[in-house]
């Protein structure tokens, strides 16, 4: 793995994606390099904590995807031009490094994994693939509502559109995060890129298994986390990935639900360190 000089946090970077793009992301810490990807309505604030308990054991590069935060972004998306972005970021670090994602960001992790991106180890907490033909997916027009919603200015039902829709959450929750109005007010901000983790998740949420072509490049040791309080359908995703994967393996976390990264960054950040310590 590479390793770089010890850096504090909070100064901020850039690089310059393959398409032009700059790529924000603060560096923290030394040792052996590791990013961490965002999920959906997320960007590097979400995963600061996280991102300092690692730091003491890590380089750690906690960065804003495209179209969020400080990183800049382009008209025509593509899952591609994120992995491009990971790329950048794991060349800047020295040309290899592990990869942390959490929900959709677990996905767009392996995807780079799977693109070639030079990944030593892969730490993915909850990728939300739907695999059991029972378990609840997002509607089949997600990307089509969600879209038109954003098309006519309405960013905060494009946010609560999804987070009933795709992520199953009850209506009264969302209620009082809106009750919340700067919390509030950040998601809504980041309505424009829920488009593209709905790219990224393509057609792996519909309730069928999934496809081993697609995650064949996929070789690096690679570790699975679910929380013990999330639905049962995070666990059959998680072992869906076990059972395609050479060298995946899964853990379950008691106390823990799909919001773990942000709320309970303490009891992540061990497990990944262990893991990625190998």
Known sequence: MATTRKQSAGAEARVVSADGTEIAFEQSGSGPAVVLVASALADRSDTTRLAGLLAEHFTVINYDRRGRGSSGDTRTYAPDREIEDIAALVEHVGGEASLFGSSSGAVLALRAAAAGVNVDRLALYEPPFVVAEGDDGPPGDLAQQITALLAEGRRSDAVTYFMTRAQGMPGIAVFFMKLMPKTWANLTELAATL????????DTQQGKPLDAEEWKGVGVPTRVWTGGKSPAAFRRAALAVTEILPQADHRALP???????????????PQIIEFLKG
Do not use: F, S, T
Request: net charge positive.
């Open 195 to 202: 488009p593209y983790d709905i790219a990224v998740m393509g």
């Open 255 to 269: 106390g823990l639900n799909h919001g773990a990264v942000v709320m309970a960054p303490r009891k992540i950040a």
